[in-house]
């Protein structure tokens, strides 16, 4: 327990070895809220849909359902939350992953700009029907030395987001640039933003400014803090800034190797 902590005032060897000891004990007790705070988030986040799914599913097998359309509905809306525990326990390996030092890159070196245009072209649909514009400026340079996977799942989740939290009619604007030994992404939206007190925190496991809204857009709030993670794994840095209804801008910064990597 916190409450174990060594009474010493001297200041020999003795009195060192009880301050570490102290910090030891307390660094323990810090740990274990920490864990235990993760776990409630997890309970917690797994009710919500799975209530959602039982009251559906019973109301139907009730019979409160009056019309095939109805029953459309609820089954629609058992699926969302299916997606959404899926998507979750999914996030959850991979924060599990990553924590673990079994954690392993597959690195290749990836042409950078035409990666994230690739990306890009599957957010076409989402972008016309939230009628938001796009605006690129890709520097074709940059050759980054990354994990495949693991970088497309860092543009999705920052991506997912610009799209997510900016309204209709809104714009996007992704830019990459090459500096040297490593290069930036820089995505800017002009959506709602991140208010100041809520900003230091975004990247924390479980954290989202405006619970029900996310919610509603199927997040968990676990998002960028395994976009953090797979960032720093990659030697790379991320920063957001941002400012309330008027919009979020996000860097990314990544080593880069030689052009003639081939040689
Ligand atoms: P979520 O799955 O809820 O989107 P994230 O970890 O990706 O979780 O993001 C955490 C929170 O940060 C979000 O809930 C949202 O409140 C805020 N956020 C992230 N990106 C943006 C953005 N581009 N614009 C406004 N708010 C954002």
Known sequence: DY????????????????HAFNEMAKSIHLEEERKKEFLENVAHELRTPLSYVKGYTQAILDGVVKNEEEEQKY??????????????????MDLSKLDSDQFTLNKTPIAYAQFIEDVLAKYEPILK????????ELDPDPIILGDEGRI???LHNVFDNAVKYTNPDGFIKITLRQHKGDCELIVTDTGNG????????VMNRFYRVNKARSRFD??????????KK??????GKIEIESREHTGTKVSIVLPTIKEDWTS
């Open 3 to 18: 409450d174990i902590q060594i009474q010493v005032k001297s200041h020999d060897e003795i009195g060192n070895l009880a």
């Open 75 to 92: 089954l629609q809306l058992i699926s969302r939350e299916a997606f959404r525990l899926q998507r979750l326990v999914g996030d959850l």
């Open 129 to 136: 029907e939230k009628q938001l514009g796009l605006q690129l």
């Open 152 to 154: 497309e799942q860092i």
């Open 194 to 201: 991140i208010p100041a007190a809520d900003l230091p925190y």
């Open 218 to 227: 199927g997040g968990s709030g676990l998002g960028l803090s395994i976009v």
């Open 230 to 235: 797979l960032v720093e794994l990659q030697n």
